[in-house]
């Protein structure tokens, strides 16, 4: 069989073959975009730390859904009523420990953030890992945790000026409060 094609088909064929590369294209940049776009919106600044700790934005994405991927396995629960209340009383006894000894209050927060965290599901990891995995759920929060625990395990030579140690026990009753309450149904799914 011997086709010949004329130059009207083969540049028919051409502009076809084209219009469908085009359009591959433009599906792949769009699916992208919203990929980057919904990342973003979901992860807040732990999307922005993601790209410049991975250093590119492809890199930043695969690690964000690798957490999501590995909290998803992880099993996650909500405090019952009972538990929500002895850290809900933990809590409060910790900030009263803040006017006359505000080191020892921020370093006791971070431990009953990491408490509650393993109480919930979370693994007890690395402070790295842990933040990686609370981001998923809770990304808003994510910077308030980090530099509050940053100032938690602060050496005592570099110590925290009493700002500082007030900022980090802020930031940790915030985190505290979004860990502790309850979330219902429509929350969970926004959440995930």
């Known amino acids: ?19 469908l590369v085009i359009v591959a294209v433009v599906g792949i940049v769009h699916k992208r975009r919203t990929r980057t776009r919904t990342l973003r919106n979901r992860f807040g600044s732990e999307y922005d730390r993601a790209v410049v700790e991975h250093g590119s934005s492809r890199k930043a994405e695969a690690r964000l859904a690798d957490r999501e ?20 009383a933990e809590w409060y006894t910790v900030q009263s420990r803040f006017v006359d000894h505000p080191k020892a209050a921020v370093t006791e927060a971070d431990d009953l953030i990491a408490a509650l965290l ?21 990304p808003r929060v994510m910077e308030n945790y980090r530099t509050a625990h940053a100032i938690a395990v602060r050496p005592g030579r570099a110590d925290a000026s009493t700002e500082e140690l007030r900022t980090a026990m802020i930031q940790y009753r915030a985190i505290f409060d979004e860990l502790v309450q309850a979330q219902g149904p429509q929350e969970k799914k926004s959440a995930a």
């Open 1 to 19: 069989m011997n086709y010949h094609f004329t130059n009207a088909e083969l540049i028919g064929a051409a502009v076809v073959l084209l219009f």
């Open 69 to 88: 991927t590995r909290v998803d396995a992880l099993q996650i629960r909500e405090l019952g009523a009972t538990e929500r209340e002895r850290f809900v």
């Open 118 to 138: 393993e109480a919930r599901g979370y693994p007890k990891n690395s402070f790295e890992q842990r933040a990686a995995d609370v981001s998923v759920t809770y």
